[in-house]
DNA sequence: TATAATTCCTATCAATTTACTAGGATAATA
DNA sequence: TATTATCCTAGTAAATTGATAGGAATTATA
């Protein structure tokens, strides 16, 4: 399932890349447009700009706004920032692999097989999406 | 993620459709074979046969079968079973669709859209395996 | 028929995660 | 210096997950 922070945080960025400009929004104005919680859209905006999707300015007409251009922000690197790994299981992860505990061999390991043709196609799809794709 | 619970039940069932006969297995034995917790995998075994996945039979000489040959029994209704939906928001599941709360226009919906994508491919793979593809 | 072996079923529980909230610190602007 | 915004840490209620406990029901067989 995917999570509220990463719903969010799409809409937010999407919501970033329609503006006419790159002049910061504030939060409170994403919060409003998009019916999202304003604390928790805080903390999700907070860590995009710590995985450089973001950038951000402080004080009387501050807010956020997108680092790059939307055509070169690609869904598989906010996938992970938001929500981690695309990997349905952490044995076939790329970027978080972790060995299975009940796994003696895992390539003999039916599930990790069937998860990693997932795990393809399902990247594959995000790779190919940028937020310019969403934003149209 | 996938829950512990979908990896032991898949797991559980490569195992009845690598068995020579169609004989009942007992639970205790996939439980050691597969390093599963007896209990636990207990509880899954009985919601695959209430799903009409698996058979069973009580008492002595008793324990769980496949219903099906395993090359009828495709991976994508294993996978509503075990985990639910497919689909990563239940706004574009196919089975268990509810819509969102905070979204006005579901076709207007960047999440959605995308969302949409990744639930047809991975729907297409589940869909084209079954559980002979996997035990072999 | 008694006994052992097995699944069936309900209830419970600790740990983790999720979705959010609170409140002050910090920085930029006017 | 006052105001406006983000920054940051901490906390918290509810839901979910991954089990565990223990007895009831059923079946095979001695």
Redesign the pocket.
Known sequence: ML???TK?GIKAIVYLAKQKDRTPV???TISNEESI????L??I??TL??NGVLG?????????YLLKDPKDINMANVMRVLEGPIAMVPCVSLNFYERCDDCPDENACAVHGLMAQVRDSSLEIFRNTTLADLSQ
Chains 1, 2 share one sequence.
């Not at 919680?37 to 928790?40: D, G, M, Q, R």
């Not at 951000?56 to 956020?64: D, E, I």
């Open positions: 999570s509220k922070k969010y504030q939060i409170a919680s304003l604390k928790f805080e903390s905006l907070l700009r710590k951000s300015k402080k004080g009387k007409g501050g807010g956020y």
